[in-house]
């Protein structure tokens, strides 16, 4: 069966440090992986998918994602992290007509 | 173009009412998917559709019915409410084999049920 984990309930950064937010897999077959952030009382906004081709995927709000086949994972990750970029994150991996969702990841930046 | 719309926003419910969730999407998706999202659990799928007319359980179906009568709705119902049914409940739309089927989401609903 296909999914995914989310190793750390929450991550804390200093704002304008790189940031990495961990999400490993198990699947059969060629992954489709998603990244999706979920801000205060909102629901949940896409940043990024690896579907094939180049293992590092760039996705919105300056967010990239890098696929490892050997260590089955796709952690994401920024170079320079924001204050705004508090939120909750949300690894998925696409089974048949559907995502399986990992348990969420809390970001939290401080100033 | 709203993209995908919840109603209502909040709802609070006593033991054993009913009520109906609806979700609407506007960007003639085929896929409609209905979660559920509780603390340390993730998102954990109730119902989805992939297409007009047709249904499917998720992984936590019990307690819940849905209905897809038009394309672009997609009803929840709880028919007799269980405090077990609080949680914040996420409706979701993709298009098959475009964009790897990304999903959509609409900005939740909120059920409480004392």
């Known amino acids: 069966a296909q999914s995914v984990a989310q190793p750390e309930d929450q991550v804390n950064v200093a704002e304008g440090n790189p940031l990495t937010v961990k999400c490993t897999y198990s699947v059969s077959g060629n992954p489709y992986l998603f990244w999706y952030v979920q801000y205060p009382n909102r629901g949940l906004q896409f940043l990024l998918k690896y579907i094939t081709g180049d293992n590092l995927v760039k996705g919105s709000y300056g967010f990239e994602a890098e696929f490892n086949k050997s260590q089955t994972s796709f952690h994401l990750k920024k170079p320079s992290a924001l204050v705004s970029d508090s939120a909750l994150y949300f690894c998925a991996v696409k089974n048949t007509d559907k995502l399986i969702f990992g348990t969420g990841t809390r970001l939290q930046v401080f100033p | 173009n709203a993209g995908v719309t919840q109603t209502p926003k909040f709802r609070v419910l006593k033991t054993g009412q009913s009520m109906t969730l609806l979700c609407a999407q506007d960007m003639n998706h085929e896929y409609m998917y209905w979660y559920r999202q509780d603390p340390g659990m993730g998102l954990r799928l109730i119902h989805y559709?992939?297409?007009?007319?047709?249904?499917a359980k998720g992984e936590v179906p019990d307690g819940y019915n849905v209905s897809r009568l038009k394309k672009q709705n997609f009803l929840l119902g709880l028919e007799s409410a269980a405090p077990s049914q609080t949680s914040v409940y996420f409706c979701?739309?993709?298009?098959?084999?475009?964009?790897?089927?990304?999903?959509?989401f609409g900005p939740g609903t909120r059920l409480l049920v004392l």
């Open positions: 979701a739309s993709s298009y098959p084999g475009y964009m790897g089927e990304t999903q959509y």
């Open positions: 559709s992939v297409g007009e007319g047709t249904t």
